[in-house]
């Protein structure tokens, strides 16, 4: 009688464990592997071709594309803000993996690209400025028209992530044939901006005059928003309200890359980005008619980065104005997620990467996995 109860424990001990396991079929590197898997990413990342355009007003843009054997398709990534293509080496080594190549290029202002505020009187490389989102777009096309466009890749997505996912959907708005689908991590389709929040981006009568006078008193000198500030270093601890990943080893090793370069840090964001980002918010959300390509949106549950709300309306809008829809109709919500849901813990970033993968795979022309 001992023994039938202790394989009958031993059967469900184990059937626990499988079911709890976490459905890997992409192979993507886990937290275990992570450690052991970084001189392998580090290779393929000094692998890039590496290079640099002028976008809009001459600023000069830099990029990084990543070639991979027996080529299933390209994949190019829109970063958020802050961000640099260091903090993608991971993704760039499990997507080249799989069989795609990687475009990527640090927005104007950020990671290694020209920043915008160093003709400015004070010249504190660190504040987070854009004079126009749609500069970000028209970066973003001439990258594609000079590097993605003539590789004439047979599947062609783009990956957009926070900023650079508002980024993303305002290009699909824009030019609708350049890509077959579109993705969206935690897509800034509407800015967090705490208590400021219903002061300056809801309703468009406040937006517009709030957003008038910011470019009207500020444009001639880039200032801080209100509780911006230079770039801080944050510390790992789960009582830390700004955590944007569980993953601390993620979290580290990025705090480390960006300790070697110091030129990518960046801090707050300015007045002038404020406004611009409230504006773009109206403007992505009230022309989804323009849209029609097939889009997936990722929505963390405990986003601090961004409004969810605005994911969900964009959702809404693109399903009543066009004849796309999100894929599953709205936005797939990752319960417990935060915002970083790209370098995450197994238990969020796994998931979300083979949604993506399989989203890619849905919309190729031909399947291989």
């Known amino acids: 009688m001992k023994l039938k109860i202790q394989t009958i424990f031993l059967v469900?001990?184990?059937?626990?464990?499988?079911?709890?396991?976490?459905?890997?079929?992409?192979?993507?590197?886990?937290?275990?592997?992570?450690?052991?898997?970084?001189?392998?990413?580090?290779?393929?990342?000094?692998?890039?071709?590496?290079?640099?355009?002028?976008?809009?007003?001459?600023?000069?843009?830099?990029?990084?594309?990543?070639?991979?054997?027996?080529?299933?398709?390209?994949?190019?990534?829109?970063?958020?803000?802050?961000?640099?293509?260091?903090?993608?080496?991971?993704?760039?080594?499990?997507?080249?993996?799989?069989?795609?190549a990687v475009y990527i290029h640090d927005h104007r202002g950020q990671g290694f690209s020209e920043r915008l505020t160093q003709s400015t009187k004070t010249e504190d490389l660190q504040k987070?400025?854009?004079?126009?989102?749609?500069?970000?777009?028209?970066?973003?096309?001439?990258?594609?028209?000079?590097?993605?466009?003539?590789?004439?890749?047979?599947?062609?997505?783009?990956?957009?992530?926070?900023?650079?996912?508002?980024?993303?959907?305002?290009?699909?708005?824009?030019?609708?044939?350049?890509?077959?689908?579109?993705?969206?991590?935690?897509?800034?389709?509407?800015?967090?901006?705490?208590?400021?929040?219903?002061?300056?981006?809801?309703?468009?009568?406040?937006?517009?005059?709030?957003?008038?006078?910011?470019?009207?008193?500020?444009?001639?000198?880039?200032?801080?928003?209100?509780?911006?500030?230079?770039?801080?270093?944050?510390?790992?601890?789960?009582?830390?309200?700004?955590?944007?990943?569980?993953?601390?080893?993620?979290?580290?090793e990025i705090q480390k890359l960006y300790d070697e370069h110091q030129e990518v840090k960046l801090g707050g964001i300015t007045t002038h980005w404020l406004a611009q980002a409230c504006e773009t918010s109206h403007k992505l959300l009230n022309n989804t008619q323009n849209i029609t390509i097939p889009i997936l949106v990722l929505q963390a549950s405990q986003d601090i980065a961004v409004d969810i709300r605005g994911q969900n309306l964009f959702c809404m809008n693109l399903e009543t104005n066009s004849k796309m829809r999100c894929e599953t109709s709205k936005p797939i919500n990752i319960d417990g997620g935060y915002h970083e849901m790209l370098i995450e813990t197994d238990k969020y970033r796994i998931p979300v990467t083979t949604k993506i993968l399989k989203f890619f795979q849905k919309n190729s022309t031909h399947k291989l996995y």
């Open 128 to 252: 987070g400025h854009v004079w126009d989102f749609d500069n970000y777009v028209t970066d973003l096309k001439t990258f594609y028209d000079l590097k993605v466009k003539s590789a004439k890749h047979k599947n062609l997505f783009l990956l957009g992530h926070s900023m650079g996912g508002a980024i993303a959907t305002l290009y699909v708005e824009k030019y609708p044939n350049d890509f077959k689908a579109l993705a969206l991590n935690s897509p800034m389709h509407e800015p967090y901006i705490g208590e400021y929040e219903e002061e300056v981006c809801e309703g468009v009568e406040i937006t517009s005059s709030i957003r008038d006078f910011f470019i009207s008193s500020f444009s001639w000198e880039p200032r801080y928003a209100l509780g911006q500030k230079p770039y801080v270093k944050e510390s790992f601890t789960f009582n830390n309200p700004n955590l944007m990943t569980h993953s601390k080893q993620r979290f580290l």
């Open 12 to 100: 469900l001990s184990l059937s626990t464990a499988l079911y709890s396991e976490i459905h890997n079929p992409f192979n993507l590197i886990t937290d275990k592997e992570y450690s052991s898997s970084l001189e392998a990413m580090n290779k393929r990342y000094d692998s890039a071709q590496s290079g640099s355009f002028l976008g809009v007003d001459d600023i000069t843009i830099k990029y990084k594309i990543f070639k991979t054997k027996n080529e299933i398709g390209a994949i190019v990534i829109s970063s958020g803000r802050t961000e640099s293509y260091i903090k993608y080496k991971e993704l760039i080594y499990n997507l080249t993996n799989l069989g795609y």
